[in-house]
């Protein structure tokens, strides 16, 4: 059986990309990084790909008329390599409705909270504000709305006294890494089934 095969989008530093490389090389992935998508030519995830041998499709959203248009040239490269897992890490670029509909229950992202709490941007911010004891890690699948796809996993991190933003964002992302890793893992594994809102992963 030929390995199970995924594509990261990114748009910046790449931590969580580099972890997803990281499992890979140790065998926990159980599937092969084929291509990273992204949108900024000079994010230092690029260069994380580059080393890692992993092919790379950059673009400049102002160099085409449409999203639709570069979202074709995508489709193309994923269809090229016969992507059947597309992972968002830090990709910073809403994907169109036909997009997410064509490649329904193939599309998973990673948000810091414990959805549906604290949606959309800033959430460790959102969480610290709102004086909650708990906050978390969210692995979901992507639908049309904004952080609304059916939960796949979560990991919840505790707020302690005296936290800021950086120092829980800090812990925040060290779950991520390992969360995100062990979810795509799953999928990998075929274990994962999605009915209605109802994720099911098989022992």
């Known amino acids: 059986m030929s390995p199970f095969r995924i594509a990261v989008f990114a ?27 992204c949108d900024k030519p000079q994010a230092p995830v690029v260069e994380l790909a580059a080393a890692a041998n992993v092919d790379t499709f950059v673009f400049e ?13 995508i489709a193309a490269e994923l269809q ?23 490649y ?28 909650v004891k708990m906050t978390g890690v969210t692995v979901h699948f992507v639908d049309g709305g904004m952080d609304t796809g059916p939960v796949i996993a979560q990991k919840a991190v505790e707020i302690k006294k005296g936290d800021t933003a950086e120092v829980l964002a800090e812990r ?18 075929r274990r994962i089934s999605l009915n209605g809102r109802n994720v099911t992963i098989a022992e």
């Open 11 to 37: 748009s910046g530093k790449g931590s969580n990309f580099q972890a997803l490389v990281d499992a890979q090389l140790s065998g926990a992935l159980g599937g092969d990084i084929c291509l990273l998508i």
């Open 61 to 73: 959203p102002k160099e085409y008329a449409s999203k639709e248009e570069y979202e074709r040239n």
């Open 80 to 102: 090229q390599r016969g992507v059947e897992l597309i992972v968002l890490a830090g990709y910073m670029r809403l994907l169109s409705p036909s997009f997410v509909e064509f």
């Open 104 to 131: 329904s229950g193939r599309i998973i992202n990673i948000h810091p909270s414990l959805l549906p709490a604290f949606p959309g941007k800033d959430a460790i911010g959102q969480a610290l504000a709102y004086g």
């Open 172 to 189: 925040i992302h060290h779950v991520e890494q390992k969360l995100y890793s062990e979810v795509v893992s799953w999928f990998a594994q």
